[in-house]
């Protein structure tokens, strides 16, 4: 059984290639390195196997993903390659509204010719936006305040309405806020130029390459005042993927399924573990709440426990471990 991963040198499709191969299964890769570096392809192959199959290619590439179906006996597919960057994306809607959406249509087409059935795709919680409660359900409202949360809440529409009508079976996965690394250090989050994400922020501020982290408001409605999100260690995301794939051999449908721990953490509770993980505190200040910023999200973790049975096993302390792990010994990333 060969699982192709699209996006397999970025972040999750890294840790979640990684995650395949020791579960047993046949792992073909597919990225374009748009975001992400061939070394993250070096590091999965010395992770699982020299031979670890790997195809650059873009999905836009109609050609080139009916070859890659061809050469390779795909029976399953798990489909992470997108552009992510919720600023870029306000910036840049055509662009994301092309890669995401064309990316994915292409894909499904590919698998329609090749009688590929079962489909894991990447979404995300920010569908929800704000929600009216937390922990969020599946079954809360969605919609989405930038083009790149638009391209996930379509997408899933996409899926829903294909699966509606063929043989396809797709979950969508939505993820909460990944961090860490595989305990290795050989993989890990590799951000392009300044981070907008909390952890990689705290991380190159801990390892000197950023000054003082910037705290984005502490007048929420929180025990802190700062803002509240659900951090899952990103092998324990990896790990519900491979839990995903083995659910739908016997699911039919396109259900929405949460990937988080439950369990909400202010940013100074991030700011606190990792402090503990470095072994010296994190330069911060307060500073204005940051436009466009919810107050609060985190996981109804219920779901993804009854459909695919599994859930999270590490905490924010393993979290911080992990990813500090990962920056001390690649302080420049991949470029290290
Ligand atoms: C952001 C995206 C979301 C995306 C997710 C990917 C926005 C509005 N949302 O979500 O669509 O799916 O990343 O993981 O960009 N913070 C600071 N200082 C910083 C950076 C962050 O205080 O320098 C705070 C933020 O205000 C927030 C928390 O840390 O309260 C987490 O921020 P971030 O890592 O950017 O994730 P999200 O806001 O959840």
């Not at 795909?74 to 994306?89: L, M, P, Q, R, T």
Request: charged share 20%.
């Amino acid at each position: 059984m060969a699982v192709l991963v699209t996006g397999g040198a970025g972040y999750i499709g890294s840790h979640t290639a990684v995650a395949l191969h020791d579960a047993g299964y046949k792992v073909v890769i597919v990225d374009n390195f748009v975001n992400s570096s061939p070394k993250a392809i070096e590091a999965v192959r010395a992770l699982t196997s020299p031979g670890l199959a790997f195809v650059e290619a873009d999905l836009l590439d109609s050609g080139a993903v009916r070859q890659l179906f061809a050469q390779h006996q795909i029976d399953e597919v798990i489909h992470f390659a997108a552009h992510k960057a919720v600023g870029e994306s306000a910036d840049q809607p055509l662009r994301y509204y092309r890669n995401n959406l064309g990316s994915t249509l292409g894909l499904v087409e590919a698998m329609a010719e090749h009688g590929v059935t079962k489909l894991v795709f990447s979404s995300s919680c920010t569908v929800y936006g704000q929600p009216a409660t937390v922990p969020v359900t599946e079954a809360a409202p969605t919609g989405a305040e930038s083009p790149y949360g638009w391209t996930k809440y379509m997408s899933e529409q996409i899926l829903r309405d294909a699966a509606a009508v063929s043989d396809l079976d797709v979950v969508l996965l939505r993820y909460f806020n990944p961090v860490g690394a595989h305990e290795s250090g050989t993989i890990g989050e590799d951000p392009n130029g300044i981070p907008n994400n909390l952890v990689p922020y705290v991380m190159q501020v801990a390892i000197g390459r950023l000054e003082k982290l910037r705290v984005f408001g502490d007048d929420y409605d929180t025990p802190d005042g700062t803002a509240i999100r659900d951090y899952i260690h990103v092998v324990d995301l990896a790990e519900g993927h491979v839990a995903a794939l083995a659910a739908l051999a016997s699911m039919d449908g396109c259900p929405a399924v949460n990937l988080g721990t439950g369990v909400g953490s202010t940013v100074l509770d991030v700011v606190n573990a990792a402090a503990d993980a470095v072994g010296s505190p994190i330069p911060h200040e307060i500073v204005e709440r940051r436009l466009g910023d919810i107050e609060k999200i985190y996981a109804d973790a219920a779901l993804a426990r009854d459909l695919l049975g599994w859930e999270t096993r590490r905490d924010l302390t393993e979290m911080m471990r992990d990813h500090w792990n990962w920056q001390r010994k690649n302080p420049q990333g991949f470029a290290t």
